[in-house]
């Protein structure tokens, strides 16, 4: 076979007719369009007046037994089946032939016969694998087991101008799989596993939500004032009112308006967009969890975010034991929790307790592990460098990192015991952050302060540092009740449930820069 299809054997066995030349796309795509042409000129392309009935995976499961359910029993049952899918296998051979066709479900065999199907077998012959078909017919089982429909009736719904990808190899250039997902999730069965397993993960975490009393909302995409993270945004235009807009960084200083309103506990899942590299942990528009719970602290959200990822993991997979680019995750103990200096001492014993407030002592270390600094930044921003650099990479199993600095929690409460810390934490999963959540600061006058402290470093060229809203400080005046928040970022939950190392492995569409 020329073109490069797979075949399928009685029984289902796919093999690969040998070819001696790589098959010729654009002589391919020539050919199938020549086929589109005969069609328009019986006047029966792209027909829409089928309507099916069954699916190829339900029916696997009905008639997975083959004691109860053998050859005899299905074709005398007279169970008629309406099924559509893509043709992705098939073998012809003389007056009998095999095909496989897939649907959203699963695969199914079917066996044609050229004495029942007349002329459609005729026109079967000349079907190229990727053609969406239908066929109506019993059921029967091979003498290998394989569950098939004896056709009665076949018809092609689309043809396909484009061969798909060979079986044994799919896509194998990666980026080509991010470019065309609509094939990759035609060839690559792991490829459609994972995106089910992303959908099953929302669905169980806004049951969990739900189930607790939170109320789902939706805030505003566009921003006058971007808001809610350190992050540097996108910019748009609404031509109408001559303003410039930004696209959202984060959602949670109109969540939090929303508590201030009386709404006590809320929750958004939707996109972020932030105006940074594109990485295998990064990508411009992601999605998050954001939600807010009054009269709890950092400790309660510290418990829900725990308790959250442990039952979904429990009721999406089964068990919380998970496998991350080699490593062993157990999500069923509770999850250490760490102060931020206490792990970067444990990792740096050159600071002291009291070196992790000095901001000399940890320039000096910084310039003995070769990280660079501003002159502006302070004792908190210089041990946030440090942590990142020798302790986040180290944190394998579940463990929060808790009291970050004042200087790098603009949102965050302050600590009433540790002058300079505050009530945070940051959860990390196998070196990578999973969710971030605090003791929401509710102190108007505290929160100018941190926003006029903004101000002053993005004056200083920090291009991620937040603007001053002051619509949000008079909601603050009004006020806020104590409130725990959290935000978790479902792209790296769903990457941690299922094993994959990149993000862009659990986004359908992942940012690409353009094909020139």
């Known amino acids: ?281 990064h990508n411009p528009e992601f999605t998050m969890l954001e939600l807010y719970e009054a009269y709890a602290t950092y400790h309660e959200v510290m418990d829900l975010t725990e308790n959250l990822i442990r039952d979904v993991a429990s009721e999406v997979l089964g068990t919380t034991q998970v496998h991350w680019e080699g490593a062993a995750v157990d999500l069923g103990p509770a999850f250490r929790r760490w102060r931020m200096d206490e792990a970067v001492r444990h990792h740096n014993p050159a600071i002291s307790a009291l070196d992790c407030t000095d901001r000399d002592a940890l320039r000096g270390h910084c310039d003995r592990l070769g990280i660079r600094f501003k002159p502006s930044w302070g004792w908190g921003k210089l041990l946030l460098e440090i942590f990142e650099a020798t302790v986040e990479h180290t944190l394998v199993q579940p463990t929060f990192i808790t009291d970050h600095p004042v200087e790098v929690s603009p949102l965050a409460r302050s600590s009433d015991h540790r002058p300079g810390y505050t009530d945070r934490f940051e959860l990390f999963v196998n070196g990578k952050e999973l969710a971030n959540g605090f003791s929401e600061l509710n102190d108007p006058e505290d929160q100018a302060e941190r926003f006029q402290a903004q101000v002053d470093a993005k004056d200083d060229g920090d291009d991620e540092a937040m603007h001053f809203d002051a619509d949000y400080i008079r909601a603050l005046e009004v006020g806020l009740a104590p409130t725990g928040g959290l935000g978790v970022g479902i792209d790296r939950v769903v990457m941690m449930l299922t094993g994959s190392e990149s993000i862009r492995d659990v986004l359908l569409f992942p940012y690409m820069r353009p094909q020139g």
Do not use: C
């Not at 399928?8 to 098959?23: C, I, K, N, Y």
């Not at 169970?79 to 695969?107: H, I, N, P, Y």
């Not at 609404?238 to 009386?262: F, I, M, Q, S, T």
């Open 1 to 281: 076979m020329s073109n490069g299809n797979v075949t399928l054997a009685d029984g289902g066995h796919p093999q690969v007719e040998a070819t001696l030349v790589a098959p010729d796309e654009n002589r391919l795509v020539a050919e199938r369009r020549e086929k589109l042409r005969a069609l328009r000129g019986q006047g029966i392309a792209y027909p829409n007046d089928f309507r099916r009935e069954h699916y190829a995976g339900d029916l696997q499961a009905e008639f997975a037994d083959t004691d109860r359910w053998t050859a005899e029993s299905l074709e005398a049952s007279g169970r008629e089946v309406f099924l559509a899918g893509r043709l992705v296998a098939k073998r012809v051979m003389g007056k009998a032939s095999f095909a496989q066709v897939q649907d959203e479900s699963g695969r199914i065999q079917l066996f044609l016969q050229a004495s029942s199907l007349g002329d459609a077998y005729e026109a079967f012959k000349g079907w190229d694998v990727g053609d969406i078909v239908a066929v109506e017919g019993g059921l029967t089982r091979t003498r290998t087991g394989e569950l098939s429909i004896k056709a009665g009736s076949v018809r092609l719904l689309v043809k396909s101008l484009r061969p798909l990808p060979d079986k044994w190899h799919g896509l194998a250039d990666v980026e080509q799989r991010y470019r065309q997902r609509y094939v990759d999730l035609i060839v690559t069965p792991e490829a459609r596993e994972v995106f089910v397993k992303r959908s099953k993960i929302i669905r169980a975490i806004r049951m969990w939500l739900d189930a607790r009393r939170f109320l789902e909302v939706e805030t505003p995409m566009m921003h006058y004032i971007p808001g809610g993270a350190t992050a540097r945004p996108f910019t748009t235009h609404h031509n109408a009112l001559d303003l410039d807009l930004y696209l959202r960084v984060a959602p949670e200083l109109y969540l939090k308006r929303l508590v201030v309103g009386g709404l006590e506990r809320v929750y958004e899942i939707n996109r972020n967009f932030r105006n940074e590299g594109v990485s295998t942990r």
